[in-house]
C-alpha cells in the first residue's frame, strides 16, 4: 500500500507542522485511497474509482497521462469545476490543498499506487518542479479535457462549483 503523509504548512518558520489525518481530508472532500499493484493495476483502480464517483471514462479525452518530468517549470494552482481522479503510478509528488476551516494549506504527499479525487471547487496547487519531478500516473476528467478549464484567481471564488463546494462543507 502507498503511504501518505499530509500536514498543515506553517504560517511561518517558528511554527510547529502539526499532522493531518485521511478523516479531515475527507471531511473537506479529499478523496485518497492506497492500492497495490504494478502500474497497470493501479491505472484500473484509478479508472474503477473514477467510474464509482460518476465519470465517463469510456470517452475519448476523459483520461490523459502525467508526467512530471517535464524541464518547464510552472504550476497548476486553481481549482476545476468538475473535479479531477488521479492515480499515481510512480514517484512520489505533493499537492497542496486549501483547508477551508483553518484557513491555511494543507501539503499531501503521494505515492505510487495512490488514487485520489478533487472535489468540485476546491482549490489546489501542483509545482512542476524538482519534487515533483518523476511523478507519472493518470488523470481522469468528467468532460474531455479540452472542456475542463482551470478555474482561477477572482474567477474561482464566484463560480458555482466553488460556492457549491464551500457549502458541502459547511463554510457557507
Not at 91 to 105: F, K, N, R
Not at 143 to 169: C, M
Amino acid at each position: 500500500m502507498a503511504p501518505i503523509r499530509a500536514y498543515f504548512l506553517p504560517a511561518d518558520s517558528a511554527s510547529a507542522i502539526a499532522a493531518v489525518s485521511i478523516e479531515q481530508l475527507d471531511a473537506l472532500g479529499w478523496k485518497i485511497l492506497s492500492v497495490a499493484g504494478g502500474h497497470d493495476e493501479i491505472e484500473q483502480a484509478g479508472q474503477k474509482f473514477a467510474q464509482e464517483l460518476g465519470f465517463p471514462i469510456t470517452q475519448e479525452g476523459c483520461i490523459i497521462r502525467f508526467d512530471l518530468d517535464i524541464e518547464k517549470k510552472r504550476s497548476d494552482n486553481g481549482s476545476r469545476a468538475n473535479g479531477v481522479v488521479a492515480a499515481v503510478t510512480s514517484g512520489s509528488p505533493c499537492i497542496d490543498v486549501e483547508d477551508v476551516t483553518a484557513p491555511g494549506w494543507v501539503r499531501i504527499h503521494l505515492s505510487g499506487g495512490t488514487l485520489l479525487s478533487t472535489p468540485s471547487g476546491a482549490k489546489y496547487r501542483v509545482s512542476f518542479n524538482e519534487q515533483n519531478k518523476g511523478a507519472k500516473g493518470i488523470a481522469l476528467f468528467k468532460e474531455t479535457i479540452s472542456n475542463h478549464g482551470l478555474l482561477v484567481n477572482k474567477e474561482i471564488d464566484s463560480h458555482p462549483a466553488r460556492q457549491a463546494y464551500l457549502k458541502e462543507v459547511g463554510q457557507t
